[in-house]
């Protein structure tokens, strides 16, 4: 069982749709939770980190769930720009050495 | 802009030959890590650096090192490369330390081919 797992998609949604993805982790000490977002052929960039309380961004909205071990992201109204992979990040210490990536959920808008 | 750049972005080349892949950042931070992304797995970390001379592994550090010599460059050396390290490279920053270590700052990356 991979430490950190996501449904790898593609999620295909038209715009103005909402979408939500869900990251299970099974290290019941992470302590550090993020989501990062990553364009085709580009790096990776943060897009939220995610609070025990659940914490929104415009149209995005992070929660967690540590009783059942996951992590969501939830993306209203979506745009065009929105296309692109989401990857889950977890963490189990203060230490980058500790984070484990997800493979990613691709998510393609369509017009 | 994290001020990262990694060179070279694009490198073919046959098995057995050394590469050595640069990461060059101008805003003088301390963590600096190497990641590889194949498909199907998630960013795997090979080695970091926490200063200059100060280094460690990751999950995957095996036939890689590392060297830092100056705050500002950390080099990722292949010294025979082989089919399997096919990858591309991330570097990245940390600008924050405990439980915000997790926000990283990437490279645009460097696509290796070993044929």
């Known amino acids: 069982r991979k430490e950190v797992e996501q449904d790898p998609g593609p999620f295909n949604v038209p715009e103005g749709a909402t979408v939500a993805f869900n990251c299970t982790y099974s290290?019941?000490?992470?302590?550090?939770f993020f989501w990062y977002r990553q364009d085709c052929r580009k790096e990776p960039k943060l897009l939220m980190s995610?609070?025990?309380s659940g914490n929104e961004d415009g149209r995005f909205t992070a929660q967690l769930n540590r009783a059942s071990q996951y992590i969501s992201l939830l993306i209203r109204d979506s745009k065009l720009s929105d296309s692109a992979t989401y990857l889950c990040v977890v963490g189990s210490s203060g230490s980058a050495r500790q984070l484990t990536f997800g493979s990613g959920t691709q998510l393609t808008v369509l017009p | 802009d994290a001020g990262i750049t990694q060179s070279p972005r694009h490198k073919v080349t046959e098995t057995g030959t050394p590469v050595t892949l640069r990461c060059h950042q101008t805003e003088n931070h301390r963590y600096m890590y190497w990641y590889r992304q194949d498909p199907g797995h998630g960013l795997r970390l090979i080695h970091y650096s926490y200063g200059v001379k100060d280094t460690d592994k990751g999950e995957v550090s095996d036939g890689y090192s590392v060297s830092r010599s100056k705050t500002e460059d950390f080099l990722l050396t292949l010294e025979s490369a082989t089919s399997s390290q096919t990858s591309v490279y991330f570097c990245a920053i940390s600008r924050w330390t405990g439980l915000n270590t997790g926000e990283l700052f990437f490279g645009e990356g460097s696509r290796l081919t070993v044929l």
């Open positions: 995610v609070y025990s």
């Open positions: 290290n019941s000490a992470s302590q550090s």
